[in-house]
């Protein structure tokens, strides 16, 4: 990975946990788990909706690429 993709991690990571940090270890990780649950879920119900094995914005793409090399 580069450091662009590990520092954008690391912010998403940071802004998910900024209101947590001062609380117990315990607590914080317990909300780490909730949090990363909820995710899960919520991304698979985005998933299940898709036509495709790929998104629509990488669909969007491709049709675009396709077209381009048609004209």
């Known amino acids: 990975m580069?450091?662009?993709?590990?520092?954008?991690?690391c912010k998403a990571?940071?802004?998910?946990?900024?209101?947590?940090?001062?609380k117990s270890i315990i607590t914080i990780l317990e909300e780490i788990?909730?949090?990363?649950?909820?995710?899960?879920?919520?991304?698979?119900?985005?998933?299940?909706?898709?036509?495709?094995n790929y998104g629509p914005l990488i669909k969007k793409k491709f049709n675009d690429i396709k077209k381009e090399g048609v004209d």
């Open 2 to 9: 580069s450091n662009i993709v590990d520092n954008n991690l």
């Open 13 to 22: 990571f940071n802004s998910n946990i900024v209101e947590f940090r001062f």
């Open 33 to 52: 788990r909730v949090n990363i649950m909820t995710r899960i879920v919520a991304k698979r119900n985005q998933w299940s909706s898709w036509k495709y």
